[in-house]
């Protein structure tokens, strides 16, 4: 199984700062990675898939790079409805895994 | 326009069988790269993969509950129905049912979730 390894925990942050968010798999998984936002009392929402694709209605703020093991999910300028947790998630291997999630929390 | 829906029980006694019922809407089960899984998170926790079903019938499960899980499609009814034997306090979570298109090949469209309470 591929563990997925998200940093940091809790990323404590201001609106308009810049927010970077890590995720290290065990092994590699290409390109198929995707990244999701959670708020409270919601379900998961897709950012990115394939590392760097952008999905239908996602502001430009968020971007998403890397391949391999290391990968990147970029927010370039906090805005007030970003402050929630971000979760990255494996598509290369079954059983598909999950990250334990980065919280950007208000500073 | 897309949209999924769990049903099933809010409250299941341990040993229990678990039935959870997704019903979805805006696409075919029966579409080729489409397909539907289920996904829990324990209060507090992290997202856990626990089942996957494609339009062809194949089935993917978590590992380490591959012997208490059964997913199953109704393509006329547009179901998709998970099964979990034999539940336990630490399989209280909220269960999600999402869709996995091939464009794009994640997760776009998600259920609004179930919480399940396992208690006597």
């Known amino acids: 199984e591929i563990v997925l390894t998200q940093s940091p925990a809790t990323l404590s942050l201001s609106p308009g700062d810049r927010a970077t968010l890590s995720c290290r798999a065990s092994q590699t998984v290409t390109s198929l990675l995707a990244w999701y936002q959670q708020k409270p009392g919601q379900a998961p929402r897709l950012l990115v898939y394939?590392?760097?694709n952008r999905a239908t209605g996602i502001p430009a703020r968020f971007s998403g790079s890397g391949s391999g093991t290391d990968f990147t999910l970029t927010i370039s300028s906090l805005e007030p409805e970003d402050f929630a947790v971000y979760y990255c998630?494996?598509?290369?291997?079954?059983?598909?895994?999950f990250g334990q999630g980065t919280k950007v929390e208000i500073k | 326009q897309i949209t999924l829906k769990e049903s099933g029980p809010t409250l299941v006694k341990p040993t229990q069988t678990l039935t959870l019922t997704c019903t979805f809407s805006g696409f075919s089960l029966s579409t080729s790269g489409v397909g539907v899984g289920w996904i829990r998170q324990p209060p507090g926790k992290a997202l856990e993969w626990l089942a996957f079903i494609y339009w062809d019938g194949d089935k993917r499960y978590s590992p380490s509950l591959k012997s208490r899980l059964t997913i199953t499609k109704d393509t006329s009814k547009k179901q998709v129905v998970l099964t979990m034997t034999n539940m336990d306090s630490v399989d209280t979570a909220t269960y999600y049912c999402?869709?996995?298109?091939?464009?794009?090949?994640?997760?776009?469209?998600w259920g609004q979730g179930t919480l399940v309470t396992v208690s006597s």
């Open positions: 999402a869709h996995r298109s091939v464009a794009p090949p994640a997760l776009a469209y």
């Open positions: 998630q494996q598509r290369h291997n079954w059983p598909w895994t």
């Open positions: 394939d590392a760097s």
